[in-house]
């Protein structure tokens, strides 16, 4: 019913920048809540970012927090994670997710996209 689709990730230098989009399909997409998630291999699948329908309200990890900015286009259907000041750690494949309800919880989350590649070397 929803297909998400995200792009922009890549292999970027410690302390560097990238910023991820997400694509939603449909003319549903302001209806659903946001959220990014990250998942680095041998680990569970880790909350980053979320924003409210309206793009009023945001939510961050503390680990991305004054690093990473979640922001929205409602006119574009799309989703966008800035990140800033990278580091190894961040290094991960990056889901974009559509839900119902703000949570930090990926379980909570009905939609998902195919996953980007982030790799941040030292």
């Known amino acids: 019913q929803v297909q998400l689709v995200e792009s922009g990730g890549g292999l970027v230098q410690a302390g560097g920048s990238l910023r991820l989009s997400c694509a939603a399909s449909?003319?549903?997409?302001?209806?659903?809540?946001m959220g990014w998630f990250r998942q680095a291999p041998g680990k569970e699948r880790e909350f980053v970012a979320a924003?409210?329908?309206?793009?009023?309200?945001?939510y961050y990890a503390d680990s991305v927090k004054g690093r990473f900015t979640i922001s929205r286009d409602n006119a574009k259907n799309t989703v966008y994670l800035q990140m800033n000041s990278l580091k190894p750690e961040d290094t991960a494949v990056y889901y974009c997710?559509?839900?119902?309800?703000?949570?930090?919880?990926?379980?909570?989350?009905?939609?998902w996209g195919q996953g980007t590649q982030v790799t941040v070397s030292s």
């Open positions: 997710a559509a839900g119902n309800l703000l949570s930090v919880v990926a379980t909570r989350y009905t939609y």
């Open positions: 449909g003319r549903t997409f302001s209806t659903y809540v």
């Open positions: 924003i409210s329908r309206s793009g009023g309200s945001t």
